[in-house]
């Protein structure tokens, strides 16, 4: 242990092997937010409520290392896990309960993973994935739109009008269960694209990733200038 804590000084002295402690809940009363970011290790949940508010799950050694604010100048709930060395930690990931009224941005830049397991209702819903984590969505919008930027995997279920995707990534946009009326699909990378359109779909892939849809759109226009391909699922 003398020689781990020589090569990993500074983590020793920052409390990188203390363990997270005993389990613990914290409630807390946030401002309302219409966007939401989480960065670092931790997994969020939402859930539709008639207050914002949001509810940590973590060690008691870790959880005020867990910030939840709101930014007032963008409207944005800001979910960082602060705390260092995960890797010398035991237990279970520290979880953040979110109840929102409206939600119409989605940030993903960290490593857990982030569900909805209520139906996320807007005019408008945009998700950027910009970390490892994945994304897990039921929703009912009129204009939904997504980047993948990196690793994970946005998963939707659900219904919109309109639908634009872009990845640039070697996730998977897993939307087999997601019904759009008019789709439009750009992957630039590895990353796949499976999705139930109605109507109209313009695909673009331009590098090893397909681009799969489901459905019996009456109009598919496709640009493919990479190996990856353009098809209709079965």
């Not at 910030?67 to 100048?73: D, K, S």
């Not at 939707?156 to 897993?174: A, M, P, T, W, Y």
């Not at 139930?196 to 226009?221: F, H, M, Q, R």
């Amino acid at each position: 242990m003398i020689v781990v804590c020589l090569i990993i000084l500074p983590g020793c002295q920052n409390g990188c092997l203390k363990g997270q402690g005993k389990t613990i809940s914290q409630t807390r009363s946030i401002d309302s937010f219409s966007a939401l970011e989480v960065d670092g290790w931790v997994d969020v949940v939402l859930e539709q409520g008639s207050a914002p508010e949001v509810e940590v799950i973590s060690g008691k050694n870790l959880i005020g290392n867990i910030r939840t604010e709101v930014n007032a100048e963008s409207g944005k709930l800001m979910i960082t896990n602060n705390n260092k060395c995960h890797w010398s930690r035991g237990g279970s990931q520290p979880t953040v309960r979110v109840k929102y009224q409206t939600l119409a941005q989605i940030d993903h830049l960290g490593f857990g993973n982030i569900l909805s397991v209520d139906t996320l209702r807007n005019a408008n819903l945009l998700v950027n994935i910009k970390g490892n984590g994945n994304v897990k969505l039921l929703v009912n919008v009129t204009n939904f739109s997504c980047t993948m930027l990196e690793l994970g995997d946005l998963e939707v279920h659900g219904k919109s009008e309109r639908s634009n995707l872009f990845s640039h990534n070697v996730g998977f946009f897993k939307g087999k269960n997601f019904v759009t009326t008019h789709c439009t699909a750009r992957t630039r990378d590895e990353g796949q694209f499976e999705v139930t359109v109605l109507d109209s779909l313009v695909a673009t892939v331009e590098s090893t990733g397909d681009i799969i849809y489901y459905g019996n759109p009456s109009y598919v226009k496709s640009n493919v200038t990479g190996p990856g391909r353009v098809v209709a699922g079965k």
